[in-house]
């Protein structure tokens, strides 16, 4: 899968760029407009990560070019911008997702997942790990199409750690994600080791072949077994 | 002391002065001046007397009816000698009539006749008359003095009261000027040079404050924004050391708590972006809601987080609190009173939160009073702060309550912290 990551940092550039490698993608960068817009011409990509501010022209334009030409080029737009109207406005203008800076890198795997998983349509719905399928919108996790019965706080959890298999999730990150930002003032996580150890307890009792894993006792991963 | 007042205090004694010095002037010389006519009236009289007598014709009775008296004696020359040719003494001497003794004025005169003889005159008239008109100047001069004091004094306060109105318009208006607000245009000086002067440098300090205010959120807000980026590449080179599967347990835990920091700088800034933002209307919409929704909604997520300490949030909605706001303002404004609670909190305490028409009440228990003064300002902590707690999350409650009206309060009532908040900014009016 070939992705286009349009950014003038070096720094964020570089990083990004080797996340994506070593998730298996094809990567290829631009650091400015007149660059972008031309490899935006020459070729087509499976994702493109745009920031907005470039210099050289501003990156909405490469995406009204983009649109303009009919180009099916799933776009994430990623900006320091984080007010509602900026969202609106990229989204409408044709944007696939807008994602701001600062993030984790294990959000930008999993939004560039989702929208490539959108934009194959290929008929298959939810997330499949191993013989764990999880549908989002009817909220049931499946294990060899034995449905788990899971309560809403572990199918939040076990749904965002689908979303970036093998990535390290640290606590502070997860509280945030499924209980919302007021979770930072937690100095006791208490209430998240209780949902990991009962979700854990159903998935091994399933027989899932996917694992929740512990990290050093400041995070979790999900990985698959054997 | 209002203006006025001084300036009639001030004015008093120096009119005080100056009417009191004329009036004993004018005084003295009224005395003076019926004192020169009483005794000319005498001299005169005794002129006539004497022509009379020296040329030998009849001279009036002594009780003829007016008040005058006179006496003609004959003198030794020794007596002439040794007393005054003419004199003016203050005497008394017995009125026939009244059969009284009054007092009265009196002129002698010796003088020498056809024969040689030496002769002394006196002359006398009552002196009460004087003395009546005398006292009565007297009344009058202060009754005239009180009342010119009087009026003056009053003509001076009236005129520097209506002088002083457009000062008063200028004043008013600095009263009610808030920083971020629109506001009325600077009243002017009312045609007077000064109060235009005033006018017109408070127009100008006014606007150049505007500007520097705007300028500094806008510097807030850029460098905000610039901070993300590093950030980013910071928090996302933290991540993928975390994710390297050589980690050992030492190194994940250094790099992690980097990465706590990392994440500790990310909220501040965006607490930074959104106190920037939030006297401008341009980021928000306000819609109708109850607050009691807000606050049940957050009461619902902070109570799982809460309990890791055993401390129990106890929600009593007494009444719908209507509110026309942005509804994300609103959870922020919530959650940071719920959260600094918590922070002030000890270990299996209670927080409570009442909700009902006019807003909202969090308390919870307490040992010592915190500094109202301090804890609306940024950054200070004021003790008891948690890690990552940068003490700025009151103030942003403090922001948000500015922007819509509200009145946030804080006391230390029965060793409990009372944070209010009054949606009808009722204390507001009251000033």
Known sequence: MKILIVEDEPSLRGLMSDTLSREGYLVETASDFPTAEEKVHLYRYDCILLDINLPGGCGLDILRTLKDGDRTDPVIIISARDTLDDRIEGLEKGADDYLTKPFHLAELSARIRSVCRRARNSGRKGITLGNVTLLEEENTVTVDGVPLGLVRKEFDILSYFMQRPGYVVDKVQLSEAVWGESADMADKYDFIYGQIKNLRRKMAQGGATVEIKSIYGFGYKLVELG | ?431
């Open chain 2, 1 to 431: 002391m209002r203006l006025v007042w001084i300036i009639a205090l001030r004015l008093t004694p120096w009119i005080a002065a100056v009417t009191l010095i004329w009036a004993v002037a004018f005084n003295r010389y009224i005395q003076r001046a019926i004192n020169d006519e009483v005794d000319d009236a005498l001299e005169d009289y005794s002129q006539m007397l004497m022509v009379r007598y020296l040329a030998g014709e009849d001279m009036p009775s002594t009780s003829d009816g007016t008040n005058n008296y006179y006496a003609i004696r004959e003198v030794t020359p020794l007596y002439r000698e040794t007393h005054e040719m003419i004199s003016y003494i203050d005497s008394t001497y017995f009125l026939d009539y009244k059969n009284e003794t009054e007092p009265a004025r009196v002129y002698k005169t010796i003088f020498t006749d056809a024969e040689g003889r030496d002769i002394e005159m006196v002359v006398a008239t009552p002196t009460f008359e004087r003395d009546d008109i005398i006292h009565t100047v007297l009344i009058w001069s202060v009754a005239l003095f009180l009342s010119l004091f009087a009026v003056v004094v009053i003509l001076c306060t009236l005129t520097v009261g209506r002088s002083m109105k457009p000062l008063y318009r200028i004043i008013g208006w600095l009263d009610s000027f808030t920083f971020g607000k629109d506001s009325k245009p600077v009243p002017t000086g009312g045609g007077v040079k000064e109060f235009e002067g005033l006018s017109d440098h408070i127009r100008e300090s006014s606007l150049k404050a505007h500007a520097l205010y705007e300028q500094q959120k806008e510097f807030i807000g850029n460098a905000s924004h610039e901070l993300q980026t590093p950030l980013a590449v910071m928090g996302g080179k933290l991540e993928m050391l975390l994710n390297d599967p050589a980690l050992t347990e030492q190194n994940g835990e250094a790099i992690y708590s980097i990465l706590e920091t990392q994440r500790d700088m990310v909220r501040l800034v965006k607490t930074l972006l959104l106190l920037s933002r939030i006297d401008s209307d341009m980021y928000y919409e306000a819609e109708e809601f109850d607050l009691g929704d807000v606050v049940s909604k957050q009461a619902g997520i902070f109570e799982e987080i809460f309990t890791g300490r055993g401390i129990t949030l106890d929600l009593s909605l007494r009444a719908p609190c209507p509110v026309n706001m942005d509804r994300s303002l609103a959870t922020v404004l919530v959650s940071n009173l719920i959260k600094n609670a918590y922070v002030h909190s000890d270990e299996g305490g209670t927080i409570s939160l009442v909700v009902d028409g006019g807003g909202l009440r969090v308390a919870n228990s307490g040992t010592r009073p915190l500094d109202k003064e301090k804890i609306f300002s940024r950054f200070a902590t004021g003790g008891g702060a948690s890690k990552g707690s940068f003490g700025i999350g009151l103030s942003m409650a403090g922001a948000i309550s500015r922007k819509y009206g509200f009145v946030l309060d804080y006391s230390f009532v029965d060793g409990e912290h009372v944070f209010t908040l009054d949606v009808k900014g009722r204390k507001k009016q009251a000033r």
